[in-house]
């Protein structure tokens, strides 16, 4: 047997989070192929299988946590139709996601779960103490969790209602539900046919209604109270994600250590559309790339953070370390939540330069497959709430950064212009900086700086 353990990511990346298992027990994987996501706190990367094989056993589910050098799987190394590489039946079925076809009502009970000292991939290890505890068979019980998983409280709910108690004991022979009819709302587990259905008994009374419905509801009048307070009212704890946490965390650590504060502005977005909207087919056939608005703004922040560099700057300690390069942080919403890739020395990169790279960090960011060294430094960083739909935000600093910059969405407004009311696209725009080392004043020309550029693109190429 191969074992596949959790190998290092970083010399400061000591746990990782399961994020998805791409082949399931019973599957055949080939060598070098993705096996499972792993996340960290940092990225999310793929694991792939260093031999072909048949997966086993998988040690960590979905969402677990690991350590560095902990099993997540046990493969059986072999070539596809081998011998060697056939899993177990039971491993296989049990792998497949779906339990197996329900026994009948007599043996629903009595049946034990399996012995062999390894669940069955589509049972939670909660829900197997509990079946072991009550001699229950997890093939009676219909799975309710995500991926059709068998929960705990599937268990629960399945004892509660047969009256059973622990070592088999209750209703020995505790019958099936009966089958859904076209207007009930519920799925039969239980034999369809006739005579199964002539002697079957019938279904005991529950000890106690649950707390959520009046007692004296008939099952009709409970579906319907039901589904007049929505399908679902239940409550699961879902532990935070790797990235989640670290967000989290930073963000937290940007409100208490720095003294943070926002200045906005607008800019009329008309001059930089009538050029996009000018060229966009031609910078898209010489480049292969489509002209969007980011690279306006991140050409437009360099030329900013050049005029006020202590925007550019960070604190460390008692020092301030002030950066003599451009690294610009684009804010990205990814598959597993926002990532902030960051874009190395701007002030050399050229229109399409811009436009490739956030391109190619947005097809990385969808696929989770965002490098850790890819998120790295940073002097300064961009988000754009607009694509959203958000009218006017207070972004927060990412640490050790002094600044960020928040676009917003494009609104056609009134404003006053060479004595006139006319209607232009309109954009507002919020700089987040850090007090410590950012006066109000620079702040302020921060934001002018950009209006003045972007209101006339002509700067950005004259630098001037």
Same mark, same amino acid.
């Given at each position: 047997m191969l074992e596949i353990k959790v190998p290092e990511f970083g010399e400061s990346i000591q746990e990782v989070q399961v994020g998805e298992w791409l082949k399931k027990v019973g599957d055949f994987v080939d060598k070098d192929e993705e096996l499972v996501e792993l996340e960290s706190d940092k990225a999310t990367q793929a694991l792939s299988a260093p031999e072909a094989g048949v997966l086993q056993n998988i040690a960590v589910e979905t969402g677990g946590f690991a350590q560095v050098g902990? #099993? #997540?799987?046990?493969?059986? %190394?072999?070539? =596809?139709?081998?011998?060697a590489a056939q899993p177990q039946q039971q491993t296989a079925a049990a792998g497949s996601g779906t339990p197996a076809p &329900?026994?009948?009502?007599?043996?629903?009970?009595?049946?034990? %779960?399996?012995?062999?000292?390894?669940? &069955?991939? @589509?049972?939670?290890?909660?829900?197997?103490?509990?079946?072991?505890?009550?001699k229950i068979s997890a093939d009676a019980i219909r799975p309710t969790g995500p991926g059709g998983r068998l929960q705990k409280e599937d268990v629960l709910g399945y004892i509660e209602k047969h009256g059973l108690k622990p070592g088999g004991g209750g209703v020995a022979n505790a019958p099936a539900?009966? %089958?859904?009819?076209? $207007?009930?709302? *519920?799925?039969?587990?239980?034999?369809?046919?006739?005579? &199964?259905a002539q002697s079957a008994p019938p279904a005991p009374k529950q000890s106690a209604p649950k707390a959520s419905t009046p007692p004296s509801q008939t099952a009709a009048?409970? +579906?319907? @109270? +039901? +589904?007049?307070?929505?399908?679902? /009212?239940?409550? =699961? $704890?879902?532990?935070?994600s790797m990235i989640r946490r670290t967000i989290a965390k930073r963000l937290v650590e940007a409100q208490q250590t720095a003294a943070l504060l926002t200045t906005f502005n607008e800019i009329d977005m008309k001059p930089v559309m009538d050029l996009r909207s000018k060229y966009k087919e031609q910078f898209l056939k010489k480049h292969g790339v489509k002209l969007g608005f980011m690279s306006f703004f991140a050409k437009a922040a360099v030329e900013s953070l050049k005029r006020?560099?202590?925007?550019?700057?960070?604190?460390?300690?008692?020092?301030?370390? @002030? =950066?003599?390069?451009?690294?610009?942080?684009?804010a990205i919403g990814g598959g =597993?939540?926002?990532?902030?890739p960051v874009l190395r020395n701007v002030e050399g990169m050229s229109f399409a330069d811009v436009e490739q790279n956030i391109g190619r960090f947005a097809g990385l960011a969808k696929e989770n497959k965002i490098k850790p060294a890819d998120l790295k430094g940073g002097t300064f960083t961009i988000s754009n709430g607009g694509v959203y739909g958000s009218l006017l935000s207070?972004?927060? *600093? +990412?640490?050790?950064q002094s600044g960020i910059l928040g676009l917003h969405?494009? !609104? !056609?407004?009134?404003?006053? #212009?060479?004595?006139? *009311? *006319?209607? /232009?696209?309109?954009?507002?725009?919020? #700089?987040?900086?850090?007090?410590?080392i950012v006066d109000g004043r620079e702040a302020v020309g921060f934001l002018k700086t950009i209006k003045e550029v972007l209101e006339e693109p002509a700067r950005l190429f004259l630098e001037v």
């Open positions: 902990d #099993l #997540l799987c046990v493969m059986a %190394p072999g070539e =596809k139709g081998s011998t &329900a026994p009948v009502a007599s043996a629903t009970v009595t049946a034990d %779960p399996p012995t062999d000292g390894a669940a &069955a991939s @589509w049972i939670m290890p909660a829900a197997e103490r509990v079946l072991n505890e009550y539900p009966a %089958p859904a009819s076209a $207007s009930s709302g *519920v799925d039969a587990f239980s034999d369809p046919s006739p005579a &199964a009048q409970t +579906n319907e @109270w +039901n +589904n007049s307070m929505g399908s679902g /009212r239940e409550e =699961k $704890s879902v532990p935070m006020f560099p202590a925007v550019n700057s960070q604190v460390e300690g008692t020092n301030v370390i @002030w =950066k003599e390069y451009f690294d610009i942080g684009i =597993k939540g926002l990532v902030v207070t972004p927060i *600093v +990412n640490p050790p969405s494009i !609104q !056609q407004r009134p404003i006053a #212009l060479d004595g006139e *009311v *006319v209607i /232009r696209p309109m954009m507002y725009v919020a #700089l987040t900086y850090d007090h410590r």
